[in-house]
């Protein structure tokens, strides 16, 4: 027990970048980089946490010889720095990698809140707000809250200082992150699965189905045509706020929007690796929207939007 003790100890001394001035900085000085990647077969965390949110992540988690680790922008390019020993300790205190990985998403929290341009460092509504999003990730990812709280709750202090608000505090944004995870998965698994509607068969010319081969091809191209062979199409897709237009998922997973003006391909379907929300749609054109196992749309906030049948 004393061991234990002297141990934590020892990580809170080191835990800086999460508990003291400075650590999600927008520019700091130049890091000591190591060259190497973890090791293959490493657990991929960022892309973990990216496939749960639907975002495309545009920084580099990298190990460095830091002592812990950070969000940071150095040369206009933005990092999640981390020392392994580092996160290797973290996880054999609270005996499970989800310590490890709450520490990144919180990181990553920093970059995607916007934190990292600010050049006024480390304060308590910024910390806070990092809390909540690695609450919100690890339970979309699959941790108990014990889990998602576990880092936080050994390194700590358990009063507020300048930069870093108390432990009770900072447990329970991530509890309200987490919470709110929750709520959404709840919901979703709650949604009456829609009907599997037949789409109205038409009948095209073999222009038409030439020009649908072009717009599959071109995705930003229109057709002169306002109808659609059913044998291109996968599932009818029905958004809320647009209920009287037609979508459409292609054979070819194309998001397509017929209109008495022609047929224009304005997304795609793409594939996660969260089976309870296995596809979200990428486009240029709209927000991402994400789709749930039982086919219902979900926008980022977790509000359905629409659904496939």
Do not use: C
């Amino acid at each position: 027990m004393t061991y234990f003790k002297t141990f934590t100890f020892a990580l809170v001394l080191a835990a800086a970048s999460l508990l003291s001035p400075g650590a999600n900085a927008a520019t700091v000085a130049a890091p000591s980089l190591t060259t190497a990647y973890a090791a293959a077969g490493t657990r991929d965390i960022v892309q973990e946490i990216i496939n749960v949110i639907g975002l495309k992540p545009r920084f580099e988690l990298m190990p460095a010889d830091i002592d812990n680790a950070a969000a940071v922008v150095y040369n206009g390019k933005r990092y999640i720095l981390y020392n392994e020993r580092f996160l290797a300790a973290i996880n054999n205190a609270v005996h499970t990698d989800w310590g490890g990985v709450s520490i990144i998403a919180h990181e990553i929290g920093h970059h995607l809140n916007g934190h990292t341009l600010s050049k006024n460092g480390s304060n308590p509504a910024d910390e806070l707000e990092a809390d909540e999003f690695s609450g919100f990730v690890l339970r979309k990812m699959g941790a108990s809250l014990a889990e998602a709280q576990a880092a936080i709750n050994l390194l700590s202090e358990e009063r507020s200082s300048r930069t870093h608000p108390g432990r009770n505090y900072r447990l329970e944004a991530i509890s309200k992150g987490w919470r709110s995870a929750n709520d959404q998965l709840v919901a979703s698994a709650k949604s009456p699965q829609p009907d599997q509607r037949a789409i109205a068969r038409s009948q095209p010319s073999q222009r038409q189905l030439q020009q649908l081969h072009r717009e599959e091809r071109q995705p930003q191209a229109q057709t002169q045509s306002s109808s659609l062979d059913t044998k291109f199409v996968l599932s009818r897709v029905h958004f809320s706020k647009a209920p009287k237009e037609e979508f459409y998922i292609t054979t070819k997973l194309h998001l397509v929007h017929v209109t008495d003006n022609g047929i224009k391909i304005i997304g795609k379907l793409a594939r996660t690796n969260n089976p309870e929300i296995p596809y979200y749609f990428e486009s240029d054109l709209m927000k991402t929207v994400y789709v749930t196992e039982r086919g219902m749309l979900l926008n980022r906030q977790g509000q359905k939007v629409g659904y496939l049948g």
